[in-house]
């Protein structure tokens, strides 16, 4: 029988109450998000928008150790199950979730950084699972409504970084353009050398500067992950 948690160096992610279990998606944008522009913050506030079982904001509370991080999840089970895996974690003082959509989530604080994972699959069939799909689809957020949102609780200096699928790139940053946020860096992320990248980790601020790339290789062959896939996941992942 599989476990139903995912286990960390540091931490463990239980998910049997959640519809999207831990997958790569959020492990990368955990550990591709800049964070040096931090450097300078003392105790920056961090939000996770769809926190699901929390492993976001658990790899971004081990990568800053003096981060106060909130997770915002609209579903309930999965909000239980990231308070649980907080509570959890070696970094329980400095982990929240709220329950609440973004639209309405209206904290008293504006954050440093902002992460998200969003919902994608916009406009293809839904399946029958409803938690799922809430997870999956774009019904409950739209991109339009992430980049509003992220535009009022992103502090002055503050940056905002997503994962999503290359193909929507330009839809999120043309929403985003309109809310004042500029995309400054794009990670690009090949599943292998011989594919085109399937996802990308965009980062915005409200600075209007040039844009900078950088790529990642997943596997260098089947089942052989690159060396760079592991030198970034080494502090994490129990094995690789």
Known sequence: MANNYFEFKQFKVYQDKCAMKVGTDGVLLGLLSKVDFLS???NPNILDIGA???????????????AVITAVEIDADS????SDNFSLSPFASRLSVIQSDIQNFAPSTKYDLILCNPPFYNGTLTCPDSKRTLARHALSLSFEELASSAARLLSDNGQFSVIIPTYAAEELTAFCLTKGLYANHITKIFPNRNKQPKRV??????????????????????????????????DYYLRC
């Not at 909000?79 to 990231?82: E, F, G, L, P, Y």
């Not at 915005?204 to 052989?224: G, K, V």
């Open 201 to 234: 980790v965009i980062q915005y601020s409200r600075q209007n500067i040039p844009l900078l790339e950088s790529e990642l290789i997943i596997d260098d062959a089947p089942s052989q992950k690159s060396a760079e896939f592991k030198a970034l996941v080494s």
């Open 40 to 42: 300078s913050t003392p």
């Open 79 to 82: 909000a239980s199950q990231a």
């Open 52 to 66: 699901g079982t929390g492993v976001v904001s658990l790899i971004a509370a081990q990568r800053l150790p003096n």
